[in-house]
């Protein structure tokens, strides 16, 4: 049995203060009613406000990207060791907003996986196809292409990983894809899973993200494959958020 997983990704939004009154909000509103595990993904720099206002809270932090080295020369960026001194539990790997605005490509994804779990920090590896491959029927052979590297490095835990089905064009534009399309997609990438490592393909948690909001998370998260969700937009409104929380 996999315990549901919603995560929320700020992305760069927000203010101290806004920041704060969020997570307050919404730890408060986290109780034994909820059964889902939660984490919030917010911007770097309120990273240590997390862990300050959170402390042992049932919602854990993540950060939204990390580096693939361990230090050194490498001006902006930020390593997975950073990352778990702040208490860190969570962080998103090869997001689609990462691949196609910061052209990151699986091969480096890969190494931020592994750097990522090294430092015992959880990744969520997104996948997701664009609107055009969507359209060309593509959608299959990309998220195989954007797994593969993944899925055959011995270096990658799988118990330790966690995926999410992103598509490019329901990310931030209302048009979710169908809670039957979204389970077609999941099962395809638990297959792939399975083919390279039979046991853990029944443990990994695969997240569904793409304009899912209060509304539509309750026919998304009833399908058989999608073990919860990883939210934008709405996980900015504590009230909307937690409600796809108690849905999970
Ligand atoms: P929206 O929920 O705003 O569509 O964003 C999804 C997403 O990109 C989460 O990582």
Redesign the pocket.
């Known amino acids: 049995m996999r315990q549901a997983l919603v995560i929320g ?1 700020w ?1 760069m939004n927000g203010s101290l203060q806004q920041s704060s009154e969020l997570l307050h909000t919404i730890d408060s509103a986290i109780n034994d009613k909820i059964s889902a595990e939660i984490g919030v993904c917010v911007p770097f720099v309120y990273i240590d406000l997390a862990r300050r206002v959170l402390g042992s809270s049932k919602l854990k932090t993540g950060a939204q990207t990390l580096s693939e080295f361990k230090s050194g020369a490498y001006t902006g960026e930020v390593s997975a060791d950073m990352l778990t001194e702040f208490d860190c539990h969570w962080v ?1 790997v090869g ?3 990462r691949r196609q605005l910061f052209s990151e490509k699986n091969a480096a994804l890969v190494l931020k996986v592994i750097a990522a779990q090294k430092a015992g920090l959880t990744p969520v590896y ?1 996948v997701g196809e664009t609107e055009a491959e969507y359209k060309a029927g593509d959608r299959f052979k990309v998220i195989d292409g954007q797994l593969q590297g993944l899925l055959t490095n011995k270096e990658v835990d799988l118990k330790m990983l966690v995926l ?1 089905y ?1 598509p490019v064009w ?4 209302g048009m979710t894809a169908s809670p039957e399309d979204a389970q077609e997609v999941h099962a395809f990438i638990r297959e792939l899973i399975k083919n390279k490592a039979e046991s853990t393909a029944d443990k990994i948690r695969i997240l569904y ?4 909001n209060a509304n539509n998370a309750a026919s998304l998260f009833v399908q058989q494959d999608i073990d919860g969700g ?6 900015l409104d504590a009230k909307a958020f937690i409600s796809i929380c108690q849905k999970a």
């Open positions: 990704n992305k998103l997001h689609s907003e997104c999410a992103e329901a990310i931030g534009t993200g793409g304009s899912v990883l939210i934008g937009g709405a996980s």
